[in-house]
């Protein structure tokens, strides 16, 4: 009796120490992706400056009949200087490197791509917006500080006053950065993409998928429906669930040594990648596999065996298509952990500098978390909302696999 | 005596063992032909082990030791090593406890059986084979609108007689339930005993209950079994009026099991 007061205080300490808790991680949660959403969301647009653009034949190579061979071949760099020219008059060397330095250096690039969808437009003058500078960007997005010594910035006084004039004459404008989604990496951060890095993951995944799928549906069946318990089955089961737990960093080193270094695979693919992201992912689609498998009813396998049916047909006419939303939900799961994993990528070089966008799984890539990596350790300054874009769309791909999960185990649940 | 060639099943000095466990112990049981046999018992008696015996679904139970003879038409001894055991089940079908039939279509619930055995050359043969044995099963007119209905839709009672439709679609000669009905209510009840009696002019069937009631009502011979033992065998008429053994007598009057 004397003691109920006493008791009922733990009972009310415990339940605040709970909510406390519940309310930590959450407010953790929340912090951690109003960073993210903060930082990242400045890399989904690009400063442009406009500027009037004469496609001067003096400076051009081509002209409005070129086959679109020859234009991509062919330089704009001088038709750029000119434009800067153009635009800003009577600039000394010093100056026009300056006011060079304020646009991307893909400027050339960007004036090839005009001309080629707009032929018509030589010998005339257009307004464009050129993409600016990602330090410029940085300023005009606030990122950097104007108040600052002038040797601490990347922008110096002089570019600051031309910015300030551009912007009265209302010609700083801000558009949708396409190129995020569509360029491969880069050394700018104004044209750096991400679709380089997306598409290495997808390769990747694709060989994890096909190597790790059969073979963990196929152990697992064989362990779950033809061998009889015992001690070599323990064994086996006991090592499965432990290599689930090794780190992904100890499969990124047998990849490393055995499919490069014994089978002289190449460094830096897909293909290896994936491979080794299979290792990992293995035991984790065995453990789905077979507790998919143990749920099937046993009276579904009688009344196949009681049939006359081979134990081979009772598993694949019965067995396995009932366990394979449970197998399909575990494998996604699976992957999506290997779509995460950045150590495995490292230690088989897909964390290199590629501008190419990969055209199979024998191309060299890196990974969408590799590429993260990559990016956060870039000294400038407009690669940190690359990262965090990057982080945005990483953790996307995973709520959407996971999503996918969910939805299959929802819809395709088997009534007995 | 009764000629050797009116039985279908012929079992003698069986002994079944789970691990060290008795279940069966020395149990000798002749199966008439075109006739419905009962093993009936208090539950662990064993009467559902011997009947797994008989198409020899104890070998998925890897602790589970069956010796004894088993002679099927007075030739064939099911345990052969040679007999595909997938052979047997062709000849000796199974209905179970509980309805189980495939979460499939009612057809293809049907059609299984036919299909892996290889019964019929052509689809519309299967067709009609799947037909008449819904038929037979007495389930073919509430269906036969609704044949590629998922079969787990059905009630109980109909997915049992779709259990016995499957079971005689690859036309057995004998058909082995147990307890069909435990999981049923009394109207889907008599209606699988209704049908046991059609049946039985086709098949020879062993039926495991814990109905008295079911077994006199059902079947032409009645065998009692006792922890492992078989007490008595006989006519049912005479097994339910004057059983030879005090045992069967306690049980059949509700004095115990």
Known sequence: ?416 | MVDNNNFALKTNNVYVHYGNKMAINNVALDFPKNEVTSLIGPSGCGKSTFLRCLNRMNDVIDSCKVEGSFIMNNTIDIYRDDLPIENLREKIGMVFQKPNPFPKSIYENVAYGPKIHGVTSSQSELDDLVKESLHRAGLYDEVKDRLTDVATGLSGGQQQRLCIARAISIKPEIILMDEPCSALDPIATAKIEDLINELKENYTIIIVTHSMSQASRVSTKTAFFHLGNLIEEGDTSKIFTKPDKEQTNDYITGRFG
């Not at chain 1, 989904?44 to 679109?68: G, L």
């Not at chain 1, 500078?133 to 600052?148: E, F």
């Not at chain 1, 709520?399 to 395709?412: C, D, E, G, Y």
């Open chain 1, 1 to 416: 009796m004397s003691n109920i007061k006493k008791r009922l205080k733990a009972e009310r300490r415990f339940k605040f120490y709970g909510q406390l808790g519940v309310f930590l991680s959450l407010l953790f949660v929340t912090l951690l992706m109003l960073k993210i959403f903060t930082t990242g969301s400045g890399a989904f647009f690009r400063t442009t400056i406009e500027a009037d653009v004469f496609f001067d034949p003096k400076f051009m190579q081509v002209d409005k009949n070129s086959s679109d061979k020859e234009i991509s071949r062919s330089s704009f760099e001088a038709l750029a200087d000119s434009v800067v020219n153009n635009n800003f008059k009577d600039l000394n060397e010093g100056q026009f490197i300056k006011v060079r330095e304020m646009f991307t250096r893909r400027f050339d690039y960007q004036l090839r791509d005009y001309f080629l969808d707009n032929k018509d437009d030589y010998k005339k003058t257009v307004k464009l917006k050129i993409t600016a500078s990602s330090d410029l960007d940085q300023i005009v997005k606030g990122n950097y500080p104007r108040n600052v010594p002038e040797e601490q910035r990347k922008i110096n006084d002089y570019q600051l006053s031309i910015l300030d004039e551009l912007n009265k004459q209302e010609r700083i404008g801000s558009t949708f950065n396409f190129w995020f989604f569509t360029n491969g990496d880069s050394r700018d951060p104004e044209t750096a993409g991400i679709w380089g890095a997306i598409m290495g993951s997808f390769y990747a995944l694709m060989v994890c998928l096909a190597f790790a799928f059969p073979i963990g549906l196929f152990a697992s069946v064989y362990l779950e429906e033809y061998t009889k318990p015992g001690k070599i089955t323990d064994l086996i089961e006991v090592n499965i669930n432990n290599l689930a737990a090794v780190p992904s960093i100890v499969f990124g080193l047998l990849g490393l040594g055995m499919l490069i270094g014994v089978f002289n695979m190449p460094f830096q693919v897909p293909l290896v990648g994936g491979l080794t992201l299979g290792f990992m992912t293995l035991p984790t689609i065995i453990i789905a596999c077979r507790s998919s498998l143990r749920a099937v009813p046993p009276s579904i396998r009688h009344g196949a065996l009681a049939l006359g049916a081979t134990k081979t047909q009772t598993t694949f006419h019965h067995v396995v298509p009932l366990a394979l939303p449970g197998t399909l939900t575990g494998t996604i799961i699976g992957m999506a952990q290997a779509l995460g994993e950045t150590a495995p990528l490292l230690m088989v070089g897909m964390v290199a500098f590629v501008m190419e966008i990969p055209g199979g799984p024998l191309d060299p890539a890196t990974g969408l978390p590799s590429q993260i990596y990559l990016w956060s350790e870039s000294a400038e300054r407009g690669f940190i909302e690359k990262t965090s874009a990057g982080i945005m769309l990483l953790l996307l791909f995973l709520i959407l696999m996971n999503l996918t999960a969910v939805l299959i185990r929802r819809k395709v649940e088997v009534k007995w």
